[in-house]
């Protein structure tokens, strides 16, 4: 039997079509926004520029790559507030009150089609972003997917928050003023000290923190997006569907909030100074391996980077004596938290950032501190709080520990204050060696040694007066085999013993 169309479902059918209409209009309009597109080269410009020459850690790239589509978010935010105040501008009250669309329409059209066009770009972008990095080199970490999931639904809901804002404060100040408002709380929120958790974005992580509560949190955020669009609809008048489904998402949003803030890692710096040190390194420990006469330790997940440490390393322990093997030390991967405290034995730090190429003060520090260690100063590397900087002018060991540094590694100048970045610090350092600083005229005879041939054998045999703190360059001239070409500077400092 044929369905016979009444008036009440052809009427349906046209609202339904008119529904549809709308979305796709809005959805066109969007799409054409100089605006939008802008924002997302910018993110995806920004993403590369910041992590260009580093290695993907997928733990900390999938926050950061959040953090910065936040900029998107802003700008779809904006878009949708524009598309829910257009009704009252420009006499468009009066023309609209012909067209036998109802408001509500109108306003479900605007937040369906910002959400799903902002949601969409900023997926594109993201997983664009996170695709070309992770082919810059070895992939560590975790990737957890909840967490560009999360930042997708965090565009979607500051769309609709848009559209609500718009439909409730239908002032062209709102939107602004509502987007200043959200930059605030991101920034003051952008580790989750204080109750960032129940807004959008936690911008901010570090591994050592631990897991972070993303799906609960991805659950939050989707609750909130239908929260937001149901009273941004509740702004026509109440409607059991509309209240039903405000009250649900809300018994939903309510339960996620709470599980998400009481999962959230504990941050160090927001316990008393006692209790700061209790709290527990979530990476796990050490995964240790020997490869050659050298120990590299790993945190689980990142041991995709130790053969990178050990192509450094290589042509160091190349060039050492056999006797003078026992000197070699540990390379152990350090947190800001590890490297705080003071260094155990022969260990030299690597880091939870590494660069992707081959030349950089990463690699040129590793050698440094590794060669200085096996010439008997003390250089464990790059640690904030902990240094104990000398003097290492006019000792015969640190031109050793320069040639050392120097067989594959650029030798850095001293003083050259290279600006060092390791998981978040930035901090400026003059010296390849660690905490012992040394002058022109060492460099200088360093890199008289790489150029002359036969220079390890004299080094090798020249090794224990070589290596002695009390071996002044004057001395050791004659077993290095170079003539007095670069005037000897006197120590300035506390001299390295």
């Not at 390791?422 to 600083?437: H, K, N, P, V, W």
């Not at 004299?458 to 703190?469: E, S």
């Not at 002044?472 to 007095?484: H, N, Y």
Request: charged share 15%; proline share 7%.
């Amino acid at each position: 039997m044929t369905a016979v169309a009444t008036p009440v479902t052809r009427a349906a059918t046209r609202v339904g079509g008119m529904r549809t209409a709308l979305v796709m209009f809005e959805t066109r309009r969007l799409l054409r926004s100089p605006a939008l597109w802008v924002a997302a080269v910018a993110v995806f410009a920004l993403r590369t520029f910041y992590t260009w020459g580093w290695l993907p850690d997928l733990t900390t790239e999938t926050i950061n790559t959040a953090g910065t589509a936040l900029l998107l978010t802003a700008v779809v935010m904006v878009q949708a507030n524009l598309a829910a105040t257009r009704d009252q501008r420009h006499g468009l009250p009066e023309t609209l009150g012909a067209v036998p669309v109802a408001a509500e329409v109108r306003t479900l059209a605007a937040a369906v089609a910002t959400a799903a066009v902002g949601a969409a770009l900023s997926g594109l972008v993201m997983g664009l972003h996170l695709l070309i990095h992770s082919l810059a080199g070895p992939v560590v970490g975790r990737f957890d997917p909840y967490e560009p999931l999360g930042a997708v639904t965090a565009t979607a809901l500051a769309a609709v928050l848009g559209v609500a804002i718009g439909r409730w404060l239908p002032w062209l100040v709102a939107g602004p003023l509502a987007v200043f408002a959200f930059a605030l709380v991101v920034l003051f929120t952008g580790t989750g000290e204080a109750g960032g958790w129940w807004f959008l974005v936690i911008a901010q992580h570090m591994p050592e923190w631990g897991d972070r509560p993303s799906g609960s949190h991805l659950v939050y955020l989707l609750a909130m997006t239908v929260l937001v669009v149901a009273v941004a609809l509740l702004r026509h008048g109440p409607r059991p569907l509309r209240v039903g489904a405000a009250v649900a998402a809300l018994a939903v949003a309510l339960p996620a909030g709470i599980v998400t803030a009481s999962r959230a890692p504990v941050l160090p710096w927001t316990l008393p100074r006692h209790e700061q040190a209790a709290v527990p390194n979530h990476l796990g420990e050490h995964v240790c391996e020997k490869r050659d006469a050298v120990t590299y330790c790993a945190y689980p997940g990142y041991t995709a980077w130790v053969p990178i440490w050990e192509e450094i390393m290589r042509p160091v322990v190349a060039a050492v004596p056999p006797a003078a093997a026992g000197r070699i030390p540990v390379v152990r991967q350090e947190t800001l938290r590890d490297n705080r405290t003071p260094a155990v034995g022969r260990t030299v730090s690597t880091w939870m950032v590494w660069p992707s190429g081959y030349a950089g003060p990463h690699r040129a520090l590793l050698a440094g501190t590794a060669a200085a260690t096996v010439v008997g100063m003390r250089s464990s590397g790059l640690r904030w709080g902990q240094n104990r900087v000398c003097d290492a002018r006019n000792q015969a060991r640190t031109v050793v520990a320069l040639w050392l540094a120097g067989q594959k590694e650029p030798l850095l100048s001293p003083g050259s204050h290279v600006h060092w970045l390791a998981q978040g610090a930035t901090r400026d350092i003059s010296s390849q060696l660690g905490e012992a600083q040394y002058g022109s005229s060492e460099l200088g005879y360093a890199r008289r040694l790489l150029e002359q041939p036969g220079a390890r054998e004299r080094i090798w045999a020249g090794w224990d007066t070589l290596v002695r703190p009390g071996t002044t360059l004057a001395e050791a001239l004659p077993l290095l085999g170079l003539r007095e070409e670069f005037p000897i500077e006197a120590p300035r400092g506390t001299t390295c013993r």
